[in-house]
């Protein structure tokens, strides 16, 4: 399975290339493949905000080599260049406010910045300290697809069909997907008949990103409105909704793309299994619950509008992008630290004291 996996990695979201930051326009795809290069801070917090990158993992490795690039350009330019840094990590901080992986990237920065500042090697220090981010992301996709392939097979023998919202796949992490990496790791052994792609309103991740992906690779997709959910679990026997996470606090509740909460519920009322996969580097223990959780509200355009045309009345549009999925609606986060079924505060603060398995 681990090879195959790999092979999944040719899709690749971003690339640390000749000192600047290379990122795959996810706004143009599928049909278009655009690379934007990024040389500095503030169009790596520009690229973040307006979607160019996008999904939890990939997000906070962006950041992480956006600091760097901050750093390189501070410190060329000489005088306080630690001082002059704030405005880099205060801004890339503010790029997007849900997925915390973002702030935990730049706080490992920051940690590495403190421990390395007067080393004559600072910068080639930091470098490694983002490469290092982004490996473990890499590390960690394997580790959960494994425990995720492991719960499905240990809980149900027959063929699955999944329902999966917005994208988690290589487009959103450091390597192949969380959710998505699951999904791919359960076709491999032979598990997945069909995988249900949410469309994923108004930036369409589903449609555009999640399906490209997966028909890529020849997994059996067909992409539904995120309205039909309800009636797919009804009538098209789907066992598991799987799905990642942005921010999961302290006491089990996971903030996702909009839509993930009213699909908890409906999948509780059919009794269809709910898996949220996502790194501890999405785990936010400093929130008690997910009340705590800034939810992300972008411009109504975005819903009102299609490819830039108008198509919505002119009226103001409610445009939330995240909401909260309660810890009791879910039956079980995998992490690469291992999983927890029924999530709960006490089993989240065992989870957390844990080092990763592999
Ligand atoms: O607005 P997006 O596309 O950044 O939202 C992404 C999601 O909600 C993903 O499900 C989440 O980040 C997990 S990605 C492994």
């Known amino acids: 399975m681990r090879d195959r996996l790999l092979a999944a990695e040719k899709v690749k979201a971003i ?5 600047a930051l290379h990122l795959l326009d996810q706004r143009a795809l599928p049909h278009q493949e655009t690379w934007l290069a990024c040389t500095d801070a503030a169009a790596v917090a520009q690229a973040i905000t307006s979607m160019v990158v996008r999904g939890a993992p990939v997000i906070g490795i962006t950041a992480a080599y956006g600091l760097l690039l901050g750093a390189r350009q501070r410190h060329a330019q000489g005088g306080d260049w630690l001082a002059a840094l704030e405005q880099d990590f205060t801004v890339l901080a503010m790029a997007r406010p849900t997925a915390v992986n973002l702030s935990w990237a730049l706080n490992r920065m920051r940690e590495r910045l403190e421990r390395v500042k007067d080393h004559v090697d600072v910068l080639d220090l930091l470098e490694a300290e983002a ?9 960690a996709n394997l580790t959960m697809a494994q425990l995720g392939v492991d719960l499905i097979r240990r809980q149900q023998g027959n063929l699955q069909t999944v329902l999966t919202h917005c994208n988690t796949g290589a487009l959103a992490t450091g390597g192949f997907g969380t959710a998505l990496g699951v999904i791919r790791g359960a076709f491999i ?4 008949e069909r995988v249900y792609a949410d469309e994923t309103r108004p930036w369409l991740q589903g449609s555009r990103l999640t399906a490209w992906e ?9 992409v539904n409105a995120d309205s039909a959910a309800a009636h797919l679990m009804k009538t098209k026997g789907i066992t598991w909704v799987i799905v990642g996470a942005d921010r999961i606090t302290a006491n089990g509740d996971v903030a996702n793309k909009i839509g993930t909460y009213q699909l908890a519920v409906t999948a509780m009322h059919h009794g269809v299994r709910f898996m949220v996969v996502a790194p501890s580097s999405t785990i936010d223990m400093n929130l008690a619950s997910g009340e705590d959780i800034p939810i992300e509200e972008r411009d109504g355009r975005e819903l009102l509008e299609v490819g830039g045309v108008r198509v919505g009345a002119e009226v103001d549009a409610f445009n939330p992008v995240f909401d909260v999925t309660p810890a009791d609606l879910i039956d079980v986060i995998v992490t690469e630290k291992g999983v927890v079924e029924r999530p709960d ?3 989240l603060a065992q989870l957390m004291c844990r080092k990763r398995l592999h």
């Not at 690339?15 to 000192?19: I, K, T």
């Not at 052994?189 to 997945?192: H, L």
């Not at 997966?214 to 067909?222: C, D, Q, R, S």
Request: without cysteine; hydrophobic residues 45%.
């Open 189 to 192: 052994e032979g598990m997945i």
């Open 214 to 222: 997966l028909a890529n690779e020849g997994i059996p997709v067909t």
């Open 131 to 139: 490469a290092a981010i982004h490996e473990s992301d890499r590390e």
């Open 15 to 19: 690339a640390w290339r000749d000192g």
């Open 345 to 347: 505060a006490a089993k």
